[in-house]
Structure formats: C-alpha cells, structure tokens
C-alpha cells in the first residue's frame, strides 16, 4: 500500500469513468474489467459513465461539464480517467481542471521493471515519482509587442507541503524508505528553493513528531537525476518534484521499463483518488485495437490499493505480472503482436 486508505471500507464502491480521447475508450474498458473480475474482493461497485475531452468540447464548448464534476465530488468514491488529446484557442485539459476541482494534488506513478523475454534485459527499476498536481507553470502569450511568450511559475509552501508529506508517507511504507526532492535550486534559487526547504522541513512540523526519522532523505537537481535515472535507476526509491519535473522523469523512467504502455498512475487527495494511466491519447493508433491496456489496468489496481482494497489490487497486478513476464501476449509497444483484447482476455484469463 502506498499509504493509509483514503477512506475507510465500506459496502459499496462508485466509480466514475471518464474514457475522454483517444485511447482512452480502448483501455478503459479494460481497467473496468479488470475490477469486474476482482468483485469478490471489492465491495459491490457501481460505474457510472461521465463526459469529458475534445469530443465533448466539439459537441458542447466544454471539455469538462459541470455536470460531471458534480456527479464526481457529490456521488463517486473514486474515478478512472482516460487521456485527453487535442489544444486549441479555448481549450484547456479536462484532467488539469479535475485535478484542480477534487483537490487531487497528488500524481503517484510507480515504475516497475518486469521481465520480458522478447525484449530481453530490464534495468532494476522499482520506484516512485510524487508529483505536485496543482501549481508549477502557468502559460500567457502577449502579442502586443509582436509575439511573445512567458510562463509564470508559481510554488507555494502549502502545496509544497502537502506533496512532501505525501512523498514521506510513501516512503515510510516501502521497505527501502528512502526519499529523494527533485529540484534546480541553484539556478532557480527562489521557487525550487522554496519546494526544497519545505519538502526538508515536513519532518520536523509539530504534528509529526519523529514519525518520519526511519526515512533517508537526499536531494538531486533535475537534470542530473534524469542522468542517473538512465546510468543507475537503482539507486531511486521515491521521488518528489513539482510538476514539470515530475512529469519528465516519471516519463524517462517508463522508456527503462519498456513503454509508457505500462506505467500507471493516481490522481490523489485527502478525499477523493482518480487513476489514470500514464500514456496519452494516441491518435495515431486509435481504432486499431492495438493499444495497451495494461496501464489503464493497472491505474485501477492503484486506485484500489490507495483505496485500501490492497487484495483486489494484489490479484490485478499478479495477473499483469504473469502476462508480461511470460512475453507470449503483448501489444506492439512492447515488441509484441497482440491485440488489446487479447492482453485483456489474457489477464483477466489470470485474475
């Protein structure tokens, strides 16, 4: 488990699914199989089908109608997100604005080697990126003086924070127990100065009390940790960084383990958890049943485990494990000839 369940267990579990582009309506289906098939460990759940993407903006002006947001904060206990695509003049991300909407200032990604025949050799990858989901680069173009382009950044000590206790909690239940703060300080000595020394500072709050002295902390600026991510991935347990960082990082790391095809991820607070894989919409494959699966499964199997359903998790990933490790049943991604419904009947074929 990555921390102490959001939520106590209860008699039923909600769960919202949001496929949005792309792939997204491919594999997320997959994930709500894959709970399906773990019902016997989960309370009685219930789906219930929410709008949001380019699609829906084509259709209504908006990409995340107030009517999903509102199911969302007043009916789910939790959600699955698919992958958002197209930008345009008037369009922001839906997932931005969810994260922003249920205060999910978390994105937890896992990254896990496994053994894949066909492929050969994995490093010994076994971490975790935390990274700040609310705050980091806010962009403005300004034309007044020809084109222009800044992006103003904002770190606060609150969601500073708030991500370093997450991180530390994380630690804390691994067995390495090991935290390292992602950062760029000595150029940007104000902003990462600031998320430095608060992440540093999170053992020491009045309300903490010793609780975090078994974790070892280190420090790495950003671009020697994607160095040493490459060199010696062995040497990371968990990481936290503001959200760009993270989100490079968390994305150099799946390049080691085989494809982004595998990484999932959460969206967390302190009351409500989103999965979501790490992959984006690839529009260059939708349609071909040809995309992975795995990491929308396995975001569910997260979600579950944040959730504290840590056995329906357990059996999720077990199966994901086998498949992959057995190299007969893979998406091209991943160097195999398979289809996404073929990983999926093979996985849920194990669960």
């Known amino acids: 488990m990555f921390r102490a369940p959001i939520k106590s267990i209860s008699k039923s579990l909600r769960v919202g699914l949001i496929p949005a582009d792309g792939i997204g ?31 829906t903006f084509t259709r209504t002006g908006v990409a995340l109608p107030q009517e999903t947001i509102d199911i969302l904060k007043q009916d789910c206990d ?47 990858v076994d971490l975790v990126v935390v990274r700040e989901n609310t705050e980091c680069l806010e962009h403005q173009t300004i034309t007044e003086h020809g084109r222009e382009a800044r992006a103003t950044r904002l770190i606060t000590e609150r969601a500073s924070r708030r991500i370093g206790q997450m991180a ?9 127990k090991h935290l390292t703060i992602i950062h760029k300080s000595n150029v940007l000595s104000i902003t990462d100065g600031l998320f430095r020394e608060t992440v540093r500072g999170v053992p020491a709050l009045p309300d903490v009390a010793g609780k975090y002295d078994p974790v070892t902390i280190m420090e790495q600026l950003v671009d020697s940790a994607v ?10 347990d968990v990481m936290v960084a503001p959200n760009l960082y993270g989100d490079i990082l968390s994305d150099a790391a799946a390049a080691l383990v085989g494809s982004l095809g595998l990484v999932p991820s959460i969206n ?47 059996r999720i990933d077990s199966a994901v494990d086998d498949v992959v490790r057995e190299g007969k049943i893979l998406t091209p991604d991943l160097h195999g000839t398979s289809t996404t419904t073929e990983v999926v009947e093979a996985i849920l074929k194990r669960i």
């Open 25 to 55: 309506k491919e594999v997320i289906p997959a994930a709500k199989a894959a709970i399906v098939a773990v019902a016997s460990d989960i309370p009685k759940t219930e789906f219930v089908d929410l709008a949001a993407g380019w699609e």
């Open 268 to 314: 967390a607070g302190d009351n409500f958890v989103m999965g979501e894989p790490v992959h984006g919409s690839a529009p260059d494959i939708v349609g071909k049943n040809i995309a992975n699966p795995i990491a929308s499964i396995r975001s569910a199997a997260l979600m579950l485990r944040h959730l504290g359903y840590t056995t329906g998790a357990d």
């Open 227 to 236: 160095y040493r991510l490459f060199r010696e991935p062995h040497v990371f």
């Open 168 to 176: 530390f909690e994380i630690a804390l239940a691994r067995s390495r």
């Open 78 to 124: 939790c959600a699955l997100f698919g992958s958002p695509s197209k930008k345009v003049v008037g369009y922001s991300s839906p997932i931005v604005a969810l994260r922003k909407e249920l205060d999910l200032y978390a994105n937890i990604r896992p990254v896990l080697s496994i053994g894949i025949r066909e492929i050969g050799k994995q490093p010994d």
